[in-house]
């Protein structure tokens, strides 16, 4: 057993008082969380003192975009700073920065005029750079105390604004950065191979190279940016093993993190279950805050790598692409359950699958695999242009597929999503009906990314990935890059078309589908469903069991119909 972690001690421990033993009932002053205007917002000196116990590491925000601003104008800095701006890397390893450009609200952002103030709005106030368990503990207590909305941002790249709020204190975890192999793991009944533990700060491009230097593979999703131990495993966690080791969320054997209470505890299938359970599926950022988890690691070796793809001038015609496409996506289901995952990106005239991977097959299994495309591809007179590759590790295919594709495309974007069930595509009528939907967003301005996946592995333990996954054969998300050079309004009225037009005619045409809770509308309604499915219940019972005053809240979170925010942004209980 590794015991040292498991030592379970609180807050009030600690600090030789006890604050969160008292459960009682919020006063009713206390149903709305502090804006910095309010009367009782904390004075300088209580930041001061919160500073002091965090040891200096309270970061007040000054916003990346203020060199475009005011009297602090930079000419040089401010082009870089508008050039890098819809790419994640501008925002990663920033403390108060996210990427969600609707939830940025141009509230100080290098494309506004050089007059307009810049302003924190959405912005947390200010941040603890946490690098200790203690850190973590002191900023829930003052949230708490004080009653101001609490925030944890890892890497920003959240697309549904829960990594920010509005005159919050945020913890940023981006400088968690252990990585830390274990050759034999004792922790669990079911599983003795190897393992490694992840700091929240430990960035999937990191994790990736750091494995494959010891001949091991990782799950990571695709962007070498995204924090596996933050949002990404916590949400589920989909990428190019999915097929083959399940979700990333399957692997978990631990998490440390600190709950709510202010509790520093090690959650497993065997010690706290429930926040085990809770953690690895249920979604990041409100049952706890994560300070490390220990995940499985698999033997590294060759990858065999594919494009596959077709457009309007080889199928003849806008009809013929559109059938040739439902012949595409009702082939898969023998392809991902030979192991692979297949990506793929629909304009309105071309179908483009990139990374198709095949976990330590090589070129001639790669033809195996890909030979019921390529006959239903041929039978509706399609030729399929494919090109190949062989890795000699992970990494290397990672590299060679995502590493700049993904870092280079702008990630500031529009999204919804869709898991499609897999009984849908292997109906001619049922599927044409996705065919149409899956066109009807593409021909709206909307690119369309499907993976498909077989989710349905193996699983060492239960968890609260939503079930869904594992009868899924597609999961879609439908994008709209940000544009900043136009008027506001523009965009959100593409977020309005999305969210009325767009994802209803979606949802018709996939009855019985749900949405990735990581890569999804922030205004999907009855997310909870369509987010969590049946686990939703038990997480809600969870949730509140862990956070009975309500200490961490995120969009479309788990517990998060018990507030809102009032016309200013304040955080108001329901
Ligand atoms: C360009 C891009 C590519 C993506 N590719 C994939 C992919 O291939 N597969 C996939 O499954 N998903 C993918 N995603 C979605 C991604 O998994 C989520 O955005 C995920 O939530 C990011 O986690 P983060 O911690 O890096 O980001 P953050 O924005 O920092 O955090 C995301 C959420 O996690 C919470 N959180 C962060 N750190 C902690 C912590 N230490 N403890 C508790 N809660 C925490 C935050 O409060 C927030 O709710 C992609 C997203 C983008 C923008
Ligand atoms: C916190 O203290 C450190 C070190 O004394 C200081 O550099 C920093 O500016 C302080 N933060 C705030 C918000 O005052
Ligand atoms: C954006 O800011 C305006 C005012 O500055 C505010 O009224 C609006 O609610 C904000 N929108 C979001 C999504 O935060
Ligand atoms: C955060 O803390 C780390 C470790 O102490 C330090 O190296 C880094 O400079 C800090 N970052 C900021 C923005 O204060
Ligand atoms: C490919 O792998 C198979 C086993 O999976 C093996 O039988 C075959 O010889 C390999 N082919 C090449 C060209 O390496
Ligand atoms: C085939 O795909 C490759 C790789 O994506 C691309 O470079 C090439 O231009 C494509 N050829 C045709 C005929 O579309
Ligand atoms: C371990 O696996 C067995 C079945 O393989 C399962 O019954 C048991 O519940 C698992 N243990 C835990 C703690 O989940």
Redesign the pocket.
């Known amino acids: 057993m590794v015991l040292v972690f498991s030592i379970v001690y609180t807050l009030g421990i600690i600090l030789g008082l006890c604050p969160y033993a008292l459960t009682v009932s919020l006063p009713t002053t206390r149903s709305c969380k502090l804006l910095p205007e309010d009367h009782g917002w904390p004075a300088t000196e209580d930041w001061e003192t919160l500073n002091q116990t965090v040891g200096g590491s309270l970061i007040a925000t000054v916003p990346l975009a203020t060199v475009y601003h005011g009297t602090n104008f930079d000419q040089d800095e401010c082009l870089k700073v508008q050039q890098g701006w819809p790419f994640a890397d501008a925002h990663v390893a920033e403390p108060a920065e996210f990427l969600a450009p ?2 940025q ?3 100080c952002d290098p494309f506004t005029p050089r007059n307009k103030p810049c ?1 924190l ?2 912005y947390a106030h200010y941040s603890i750079n946490a690098t200790e368990v203690r850190h973590i503990q002191e900023g829930i207590r003052f949230s708490h105390d004080k009653n101001i909305r609490l925030t944890i941002k890892s890497s920003g790249h959240d697309l549904l ?1 829960k990594s920010t709020g ?1 005159g919050s204190l945020s913890i940023w975890t981006h400088n968690f950065k252990t990585i830390e192999f274990i050759d034999q793991y004792y922790g669990s009944p079911n599983y003795t191979g190897s393992a490694v533990r992840l700091g929240p700060g430990v960035l999937t491009a990191d994790a990736t190279a750091a494995a494959s230097a010891r001949g091991l593979r990782v799950v990571t999703g695709t962007c070498p940016s995204v924090s596996i131990a933050g949002g990404y495993t916590s949400g589920g966690g989909h990428g190019v093993f999915t097929s083959q080791y399940g979700m990333a969320a399957d692997n978990v054997l631990e998490w440390e993190v600190v709950t709510p209470k202010g509790e520093h505890l090690v959650a497993t299938p065997q010690s706290h279950q429930d926040l085990y359970w809770a953690l690895s599926g249920g979604g990041p950022g409100t049952f706890a805050v994560v300070v490390s988890m220990v995940t499985r690691t698999y033997k590294d070796g060759i990858m065999e790598g594919a494009t596959l793809s077709f457009d309007t001038r080889s199928t003849g015609g806008i009809e013929q692409f559109w059938n040739a496409v439902t012949a595409f996506q009702s082939s898969l289901g023998p392809v991902v359950d030979a192991g692979t995952v297949l990506n793929y990106v629909l304009t309105p005239t071309s179908l483009n699958s990139y990374g198709l991977a095949i976990a330590d097959g090589n070129e001639s299994k790669m033809n195996k695999v890909i030979q019921p495309v390529m006959a239903a591809i041929r039978e509706v007179g399609v030729s399929l242009n494919v090109t190949k590759t062989t890795h000699n590790s992970y990494m290397d295919f990672f590299n060679h597929y995502f590493l700049d594709a993904v870092t280079q495309t702008p990630s500031a974007q529009i999204t919804g999503g869709r898991i499609v069930p897999r009984h849908l595509m292997e109906r001619q009528s049922t599927a044409d009906k996705v065919t149409q939907a899956l066109r009807q967003a593409t021909e709206s301005g909307f690119n369309t990314i499907c993976g498909a996946v077989n989710a349905n592995k193996p699983r060492l333990y239960l968890n609260a990935v939503l079930p869904l996954w594992r009868s899924a054969l597609l999961h879609c998300i439908f994008v709209k890059s940000w544009d900043f050079t136009v008027p506001r309004n523009d965009m959100v009225d593409y977020q309005k078309r999305l969210t009325n037009q767009i994802m209803p005619k979606v949802e018709a045409a996939t009855p019985g589908g749900g949405s990735y809770l990581n890569e999804a509308n922030f205004e999907q309604p009855g997310w909870q469903h369509a987010f969590y499915g049946s686990n939703y219940p038990r997480l809600r019972k969870i949730k509140q069991e862990l956070d009975p005053l309500g200490v961490l809240f995120a969009q479309t979170a788990v517990g998060s119909e018990m507030w809102t ?1 009032d ?1 200013d ?1 304040r955080l108001c209980r329901i």
């Open positions: 609707y939830f609200n141009q509230s302003e709005g959405n604004g509005k925010e016309a942004g």
